[in-house]
């Protein structure tokens, strides 16, 4: 085969492959998606990622663009979080990779203070399974405390688990099941008289949430101006609106931070010392998140984030008017709703139909919060807000088929049925309330293994 001709094959290939992919373009997503409207912002960040690519962060003696670029961001993101010059941080490849820093900092941080016992993390039911996971890879306990009825962290509740094992406090700013931002200030000061750290998980609005401030909005205090706030973890793939894999873990200070990382002098081979979990990481996704955030600058972020207030207004407002009600006092990045006549499956799935795709969240009755839908709002919603609503409209008198009773009259067959692809995946966070969860946990994975054989 001449090459020519292997390439175009190839193309093919890549463009048959994907027939049932939802179009990450059309704003048509209200989550795994976070879009500006406008295509500058990614094509910076490819020209960007094509020039770094092959270098690689492993070594940044060798490479020091590594150190250029993650100082120039944590600049920037210690700026908007309110930091002193003492705050360090670490570029990782997600979310998850931050909190799992941020947890291994704690871990370290207990025992090198000379405490005893399983480490354990405290903090609300609505923290983000990242946390649980990073709890689960590094040996600790996640010591879950209740909410308020508004889907915050309950105060007192929370101060009085603390105990001579826990090694840190995770907050949210904002959570993403309800979009709010915990009591931080109320918590972190009285965490700190004990000694403990505290986290706050600002993965999903770090980088939207100050400028709503800086737009005039109020908003509770959440960042380091925040006395007792160790460390905090913020995503640029998000609301920062760069190439996937890029997310920021601050640090308090540089000495706290030496906790999150890994050295090791022993081997026959090289001198290992990383920063981050993994060893080998292109410099391409720093270099792509430098240049992104540096073309988006302040005025842009207070821009794009005037732009998600405006398309969460204008779907309130119209979603309103059907009888959808906000169901948490959610910042405006993030919308949850519900409603009381109609069946949420029946909506969803209609609106499925029309090429939206929707989020169900479960009910959880002992704070009074219905079944949900959960929304995540970007700037290039602003721009289909109207026919979402349009077609909500729609939704509403249509017949999918399926409905709540539906379900809940044979969850077990339906589970089944996600195998094989019968049943909508999008049902799945109702199904699952009806199976216990150890049990529920097992059936996921023997589903997800099936998806993935060869
Ligand atoms: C997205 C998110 C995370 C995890 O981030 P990934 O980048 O998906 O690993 C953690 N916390 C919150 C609140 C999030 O929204």
């Known amino acids: 085969m001449d090459s020519q001709f292997k390439k175009q094959k190839i193309i093919e290939t890549l463009k048959a492959v994907s027939p049932k992919d939802i179009d990450p373009n059309a704003g048509k997503l209200f989550a795994y998606i976070y879009n500006t409207g406008e295509s500058e912002v990614k094509e910076i960040g490819y020209e960007a990622y094509k020039m770094f690519q092959e270098k690689n962060c492993l070594d940044f003696t060798v490479f020091p663009s590594a150190i250029f670029f993650e100082k120039e961001l944590t600049k920037?993101?210690?700026?908007?979080?309110?930091?002193?010059?003492?705050?360090?941080?670490?570029?990782?490849?997600?979310?998850?990779?931050?909190?799992l820093l941020a947890v291994l900092a704690a871990r370290e941080n207990y025992f090198k203070s000379?405490?005893?016992?399983?480490?354990?993390?405290?903090?609300?039911?609505?923290?983000?399974?990242?946390?649980?996971k990073a709890a689960f890879y590094l040996g600790m306990k996640l010591v879950k405390t209740?909410?308020?009825?508004?889907?915050?962290?309950?105060?007192?509740?929370?101060l009085s688990t603390l105990s001579p094992n826990t090694a840190l406090v995770a907050l949210s700013a904002?959570?993403?099941?309800?979009g709010v931002v915990d009591p931080i200030s109320e918590i972190a000061p009285q965490v700190k008289k004990q000694g403990i750290p505290v986290h706050v998980d600002s993965c999903l609005g770090g980088m939207v949430l100050p400028f709503f401030r800086l737009n005039g909005q109020s908003l509770p205090d959440f960042d380091f101006s925040v006395d007792g706030v160790t460390s905090l973890s913020m995503d640029f793939h998000k609301y920062g609106f760069t190439l996937k894999g890029a997310s920021l873990v601050l640090f308090q200070n540089s000495e706290y931070a030496k906790n999150s990382i890994?050295?090791?002098?022993?081997?026959?081979?090289?001198?290992?010392?990383?920063?981050?979990?993994?060893?080998?990481?292109?410099?391409?996704?720093?270099?792509?998140?430098?240049?992104?955030?540096t073309w988006i600058g302040e005025e842009g972020y207070k821009n794009f984030a005037d732009q998600t207030a405006k398309a969460h207004d204008t779907i309130v407002e119209g979603l309103g008017k059907l009888g959808f009600q906000k169901t948490t006092?959610?910042?405006?990045?993030?919308?949850?709703i519900h409603h009381n006549q109609i069946d949420?499956?029946?909506?969803?799935?209609?609106m499925k139909k029309k090429g939206w795709i929707l989020h169900l969240q479960k009910a959880y009755p002992q704070y009074n919060i219905p079944l949900n839908i959960h929304l995540t709002i970007s700037p290039v919603?602003?721009?289909?807000?109207?026919?979402?609503?349009?077609d909500s409209k729609q939704a509403i008198e249509e017949d999918s088929g399926l409905s709540i009773p539906k379900i809940q009259s044979n969850p077990q067959e339906f589970m089944q049925k996600l195998t094989t692809g019968e049943t909508d995946s999008s049902i799945l966070p109702l199904l699952i309330d009806f199976i216990p969860q150890d049990q529920a946990n097992e059936m996921l994975k023997q589903v997800v293994t099936q998806w993935f054989m060869p």
């Open 344 to 350: 949420l499956v029946n909506y969803i799935l209609n």
């Open 174 to 178: 904002s959570n993403w099941a309800y």
């Open 329 to 336: 006092p959610s910042e405006k990045h993030i919308l949850v």
């Open 381 to 390: 919603h602003i721009q289909v807000a109207n026919q979402f609503i349009e």
């Open 76 to 99: 920037m993101a210690r700026g908007w979080m309110r930091g002193g010059d003492s705050v360090v941080g670490t570029f990782t490849a997600g979310g998850t990779e931050s909190i």
């Open 114 to 132: 000379g405490k005893q016992g399983q480490p354990e993390i405290v903090a609300p039911e609505t923290i983000h399974p990242a946390m649980a």
């Open 262 to 293: 890994y050295a090791d002098v022993s081997s026959p081979g090289y001198v290992f010392v990383n920063r981050a979990i993994l060893s080998t990481r292109s410099v391409g996704h720093l270099a792509a998140a430098w240049a992104s955030a």
């Open 146 to 158: 209740p909410l308020r009825s508004d889907g915050k962290a309950d105060v007192e509740k929370l």
